[in-house]
C-alpha cells in the first residue's frame, strides 16, 4: 500500500473551514484514500473516502488533486466535536485491511 | 443498531493472568477486525476475519495471543498469559464486507491494564 504523510497537528478556528492534508505521492491506479477520524477514548470512525473525483458526504468532502498524488479532507465548519486525530489511508479497496498511521491532531479552537 | 460492542470496556489482571476479551459484531456484517493502540506504537491490526474464517493474523505479536471467532455474532481475542506490554486500548471493528469501500465500524474498545 502506498504510504502516506500528514501534519502531526494543526488549529482551526471554531466555525472555520478545517482543512487537512494528506501526501500521496506513490499511490497507484487502483488505490483509494480513505479518511477515519479518531475522537479522544473512542473507537475510529469512517469518515469519507474517493478514487480520483471530489466526494462530499454530510460530514466531509474530500479534494483529490488531478494526478492523484495529494487530497484535502475538508470539514467545511468545524466544531469543537471536530477535534480528533485524522488519519489519511491509501489502499485498494479489495486489500482487505486498513493499515492506520500516525494521523494529524485537529484541534478546534473556540 | 447497537453497533459493534466490545466487553468489558475496562479490564484490569495481573501479570501472568489469562484475558479475554469480546466483541460482538453488527448484524450482517461479514468482516471483523481486531486493532491494538498504544501511545508508542498507534493503532496496529492484529487479526481479522470474514465468514468467521481467519484470513490474516500477520499482525497477531505471538503465541501468547489467540483469537477466536465461532459464529458471526462473537469473537474472543485470548491473550494467556498477559504481560505488562499488553497494556493497550483493543478495538474490534466489523464491515459489511471485505471491500474497504462498505467502511469499518468501531467499538468503543476494551481498555486493558496488565499490572
Known amino acids: 500500500d502506498a504510504k502516506t504523510t500528514q501534519p502531526p497537528s494543526m488549529d482551526c478556528a471554531e466555525g472555520r473551514a478545517a482543512n487537512l492534508p494528506c501526501n500521496h505521492s506513490?499511490?497507484?491506479?487502483?488505490?483509494?484514500v480513505y479518511w477515519y477520524r479518531q475522537i479522544h477514548s473512542q473507537g475510529p470512525q469512517y469518515i469519507i473516502h474517493?478514487?480520483?473525483n471530489n466526494e462530499t458526504n454530510e460530514m466531509a468532502s474530500l479534494i483529490i488533486t488531478e494526478d492523484r498524488k495529494s487530497s484535502t479532507l475538508i470539514l467545511p465548519h468545524a466544531t469543537l466535536r471536530d477535534t480528533a486525530v485524522y488519519y489519511c489511508i491509501v489502499a485498494g479497496s479489495n486489500t482487505g485491511k486498513l493499515i492506520f498511521g500516525q494521523g494529524t491532531t485537529l484541534q478546534v479552537k473556540p | 443498531d447497537a453497533g459493534v460492542i466490545q466487553s468489558p470496556r475496562h479490564e484490569v489482571t495481573e501479570m501472568g493472568q489469562e484475558v479475554t476479551l469480546r466483541c460482538k459484531p453488527i448484524s450482517g456484517h461479514n468482516s471483523l477486525f481486531w486493532y491494538r493502540q498504544t501511545m508508542m506504537r498507534g493503532l496496529e491490526l492484529l487479526i481479522y476475519f470474514n465468514n468467521n474464517v481467519p484470513i490474516d493474523d500477520s499482525g497477531m505479536p505471538e503465541d501468547r495471543f489467540s483469537a477466536k471467532m465461532p459464529n458471526a455474532s462473537f469473537s474472543t481475542l485470548k491473550i494467556q498469559p498477559s504481560e505488562p506490554r499488553d497494556s493497550a486500548v483493543y478495538f474490534c471493528a466489523s464491515s459489511p464486507r471485505t471491500e474497504l469501500n462498505y467502511g469499518y465500524t468501531f467499538g468503543s474498545g476494551t481498555r486493558l491494564t496488565v499490572v
Open positions: 506513490t499511490i497507484s491506479g487502483n488505490e483509494y
Open positions: 474517493g478514487l480520483k
